[in-house]
């Protein structure tokens, strides 16, 4: 048992991560690979504690603020899960019940709410050019209260899903993968098929798919993103995927066959998203409060999306993956076939064979955002995480 914990501490240790403590977390590859193995070791250090009743509480007061600008459920509870895990207590922000209707700035939001925080937790993916860009605009606000003497600490701001990128998601998505493989290393050469699926529902953010191309093709995976004409994700973060391949010695290729990226695959990832094109429109017309354009947007695209009802995973297309039995990987909720719509992403059958798998992949992200936190308000974690468990020995959770 002590030989676990001391292994991951010593590990951590070696990492030689830089590029965490008291910076904020807004997109995956802005982050060494160093900074990315340490904070999936503390995540499972964190992890390996609590399943053995020991305490993680390294904070005795603070908060941990949460500003939610869609609706969530896996992210909204792991963040909570998260600050609890740490020893901080939540406060939602919700904007409907601010002044922010009233024409409070953002400046003046973050500033005065984070009088006793830690940290901030922010889901801004509704606008396609204006998420992450709300992050930074909250983060440089907070950098001007701190200096400015208004804070006395500066919050450390983590992204929970923007425009752009998911973090917590895709990195919760590669500790799901090192266990299943067993390491980083043996992600080498592995095949994953990032794959859109349809769905009876449009508007879904790209956010899913761009995270994971860019963040897996650091791993020298061989990553195909698969999609219909005219499903296209970023420019720049397709460009970024190809450079992140070249360098790491994966490969990185783009279908519009979705049984040509099943083909041999060992991971498959089916997830609708909407066009980047579409979602720039639709921030312009939800800017301008258009109803009857919005509306109008919808149907078009979902006769659209109608046109590619076969892009789903089903047992047929798992046959032609690796021996048949590649990993089905989903963010959830799945749009499922004859349970939660009549055609979906994925098959009832297939879903239900991955159910348990798609679980433990979820269960994943609060270790992966009590660790984000740890690392931007620690500068050595494993020190942190020693004393819980030199401490954890005497004294237990419960």
Not at 15 to 26: H, I, P, Q, V
């Amino acid at each position: 048992m002590q030989n676990e914990i001391t292994n991951l501490l010593q590990q951590i240790g070696q990492t030689g991560a830089r590029n965490l403590f008291g910076k904020d977390f807004l997109l995956t590859w802005e982050k060494e690979l160093p900074d990315i193995e340490r904070v999936l070791l503390v995540a499972e250090a964190l992890q390996w504690l609590r399943q053995n009743n020991i305490s993680t509480r390294c904070y005795d007061s603070g908060l941990a603020l949460s500003i939610f600008r869609d609706q969530s459920t896996r992210t909204r509870f792991a963040f909570a899960s998260a600050a609890n895990l740490l020893g901080l207590e939540v406060s939602e922000l919700d904007e409907e019940k601010s002044q922010v209707a009233h024409g409070e700035t953002v400046r003046e939001t973050a500033n005065m709410i984070s009088f006793m925080a830690d940290f901030i937790g922010i889901r801004d993916d509704i606008y396609l050019g204006a998420g992450n860009a709300y992050m930074r605009e909250v983060g440089d606000a907070l950098d001007d209260g701190f200096r400015q003497g208004v804070l006395q600490q500066r919050p450390g701001v983590v992204n929970l899903q923007c425009d752009i990128d998911h973090p917590t998601q895709s990195l919760a998505d590669l500790l799901h993968l090192k266990h299943t493989f067993g390491s980083l290393d043996a992600l080498r050469g592995k095949k994953i098929a990032m794959s859109w699926a349809y769905s009876p529902s449009y508007g879904k953010p790209l956010s899913v798919p761009q995270g994971i191309i860019g963040l897996l093709t650091r791993f020298g995976m061989e990553v195909v993103l698969a999609y219909p004409e005219g499903y296209g994700l970023l420019p720049e973060v397709t460009t970024l995927a190809q450079d992140n391949a070249r360098r790491s010695g994966g490969s990185f290729e783009i279908t519009h066959s979705m049984d040509a990226a099943f083909q041999e695959a060992d991971i498959v990832y089916p997830k609708s998203w909407a066009p980047f094109q579409v979602m720039e429109q639709r921030t312009e017309l939800l800017r301008q409060a258009d109803k009857p354009a919005l509306k109008e947007l919808e149907r078009q695209c979902l006769l659209q999306n109608a046109r590619f009802q076969d892009w789903q995973c089903t047992s047929a297309r798992m046959k032609a993956t690796r021996n048949g039995e590649a990993l089905y990987m989903h963010c959830l909720p799945a749009d499922i076939s004859g349970v939660s719509c009549e055609t979906g992403e994925v098959e009832a059958a297939v879903f239900e064979k991955y159910r348990i798998q798609t679980y433990k992949e979820a269960s994943y992200k609060p270790y992966i955002i009590a660790s984000m936190m740890m690392n931007m308000g620690f500068a050595d974690a494993a020190e942190v995480l020693e004393e819980m468990w030199e401490r954890g020995r005497g004294r237990k959770r419960f």
